[in-house]
């Protein structure tokens, strides 16, 4: 059983900057890779970034690209998303989840089988 916790999350101004944290149970984190969606009020949750067990191989949606940055340490069963120039539409409930494996398209929402119960950013003007 594999349980994830989102922490990090909060009230900004747009073009602050946030970072979210995604903990994980279990000795197999090192294992598996980690992605990171979000969800707003309204909207279906979309793909946000994906990294891979080493953390060789990233993948960021094009609406984040060069602002958001993941990472993770395997030693400590974190994964990170370093939020930068926050937006106004950047304002959501942040997950993060594992993908199943094999994982055909870490882009998809169906891809994920285990999720964390997601943490909220809001961005002001």
């Known amino acids: 059983q594999v349980q994830l916790v989102e922490s990090g999350g909060g009230l900004v101004q747009a073009g602050d900057s946030l970072r979210l944290s995604c903990a994980a149970s279990?000795?197999?984190?090192?294992?598996?890779?980690v992605g990171w969606f979000r969800q707003a009020p309204g909207k279906e949750r979309e793909f946000v970034s994906y990294i891979s067990n080493s953390g060789l191989n990233t993948y960021y949606a094009d609406s984040v690209k060069g602002r958001f940055t993941i990472s993770r340490d395997n030693g400590k069963n974190t994964v990170y998303l370093q939020m930068n120039s926050l937006k106004l539409e950047d304002t959501a409930v942040y997950y993060c989840?594992?993908?199943?494996?094999?994982?055909?398209?870490?882009?998809?929402?169906?891809?994920?089988?285990?999720w964390g119960q997601g943490t909220q950013v809001t961005v002001s003007s």
């Open positions: 279990g000795r197999t984190f090192s294992t598996y890779a």
């Open positions: 989840a594992r993908p199943r494996v094999p994982t055909v398209d870490p882009r998809a929402v169906g891809e994920y089988d285990y």
